[in-house]
Nanobody, 126 residues
Framework: QVQLVESGGRLVQAGASLRLSCAAS????????LGWLRQAPGKERESVAA?????????DYADSVKGRFTISRDNAKNTVYLQMNSLKPEDTAVYYC??????????????????WGQGTQVTVSS
């Protein structure tokens, strides 16, 4: 089992950059595929980025963030990151990290995560 704690969310202006972190406790962090999802008020939770287990050699992104967001992992630090550049007001949401050992990668748009963090708020002002 793994526990996930997100951090780094805050209020920023449009065009700014922000890096979210998700620290995991528990063993065998590299055995988990990881992802970042977000939920805006009144909307369903959506997957924005995913990274494969192991060294994280495979990533996947939602079209809405492709070219602006980058997911990465540091297995030595048990941490997954989401670098967000060129932020837009429509990126405003609670961002969650998630993990699973069931799949090597949870493709964006698919379900499959077993563990979730509590979320961190990102607000982008225009």
């Amino acid at each position: 089992q793994v526990q996930l704690v997100e951090s780094g969310g805050r209020l920023v202006q449009a065009g700014a950059s922000l890096r979210l972190s998700c620290a995991a406790s528990g063993r065998a962090f590299s055995n988990y595929a990881l992802g970042w999802l977000r939920q805006a008020p009144g909307k369903e939770r959506e997957s924005v980025a995913a990274i494969s287990w192991g060294g994280g050699g495979t990533t996947d992104y939602a079209d809405s963030v492709k070219g602006r967001f980058t997911i990465s992992r540091d297995n030595a630090k048990n941490t997954v990151y989401l670098q967000m550049n060129s932020l837009k007001p429509e990126d405003t949401a609670v961002y969650y990290c998630a993990a699973t050992r069931t799949y090597a990668l949870v493709v964006v748009g698919r379900s499959g995560y077993d563990y979730w963090g509590q979320g961190t708020q990102v607000t982008v002002s225009s």
